[in-house]
């Protein structure tokens, strides 16, 4: 299967601050990848769609100016949790879809953000 | 609407078959999914299946589809502990592009 990394698989950060996590495709290219946020021992909730060279869209109810997604190229999108409170401590999970088969999605190994 | 539903947990002994399944409501989902969770880990795909199949085997995994009753399974064979886990659900409903509905995940304990 194909591979997508994560970084970094956990982080510790100060209310207030802002924390970048990185999702790459490693060996296949990827114009649309999905953020996804996981609560303990519940289901993934689709936050946002990254679209390579355009705006993210946003599922209804996420912040926009506080999740902000970023898909430069087509291995690469980043998500910044600004101004981070302790109620932002989830698990985040992106996803890729390899652009010659839309139809199989390939999930990362998750970034544990703790809020202190 | 979309809405996919798993039960929530399922106990069975090393050796045995596993059965899991799910039900979905978007009748116009083109594939189904099985993806594998392990704890403080990402979602491993496990297989898929096109909605215009009825079944799909790969190796110790089943995937049974009924389109009539929206009803999707998968049948892991010879369960080993390894296979302890949290197994998702999703459909991908036509009108959603490439977006994927989970189901809330049903946990497996295989037992010795």
């Known amino acids: 299967g194909a591979v997508v990394s994560q970084h970094p698989s956990r982080v510790i950060c100060k209310s207030g601050t802002s924390v970048k996590i990185e999702c790459r495709s490693l060996?296949?290219?990827?114009?649309?990848m999905f953020w996804y946020r996981q609560f303990p021992k519940q289901s993934l909730m689709l936050m946002a769609t990254?679209?390579?060279?355009?705006?993210?869209?946003?599922e209804q109810g996420v912040e926009k100016d506080k999740f902000l997604i970023n898909h430069a190229s087509l291995t690469l999108s980043t998500l910044t949790v600004t101004s981070a409170h302790p109620e932002d401590s989830s698990f985040y999970i992106c996803?890729?879809?390899?652009?010659?088969?839309?139809?199989?999605?390939?999930f990362g190994p998750g970034t544990r953000l703790t809020v202190t | 609407g979309e809405d996919v539903e798993q039960s929530l947990f399922l106990s069975v002994r090393e050796g045995d078959s596993s059965v899991i399944n799910c039900t979905y409501t978007?009748?116009?989902?083109?594939?189904l999914y099985w993806y594998k969770q392990e704890p403080g880990a990402g979602l491993q795909l496990l297989t898929y299946?096109?909605?215009?199949?009825d079944m799909k085997q790969d190796q110790r995994l089943t995937v049974l589809l009924n389109k009539k009753d929206k009803h999707l399974s998968l049948r892991i064979a010879d369960t080993q502990t390894g296979d302890s886990a949290i197994y998702f659900c999703?459909?991908?409903?036509?009108?959603?592009?490439?977006?994927?509905?989970f189901g809330g995940g049903t946990r497996v304990l295989v037992k010795p």
């Open positions: 978007d009748s116009s989902s083109t594939y």
């Open positions: 060996d296949f290219q990827a114009t649309t």
């Open positions: 990254s679209n390579e060279g355009s705006k993210a869209t946003y």
């Open positions: 996803s890729a879809n390899r652009d010659r088969s839309l139809y199989e999605q390939y």
């Open positions: 999703a459909e991908k409903p036509k009108a959603a592009g490439n977006k994927l509905t």
């Open positions: 299946i096109f909605s215009n199949m």
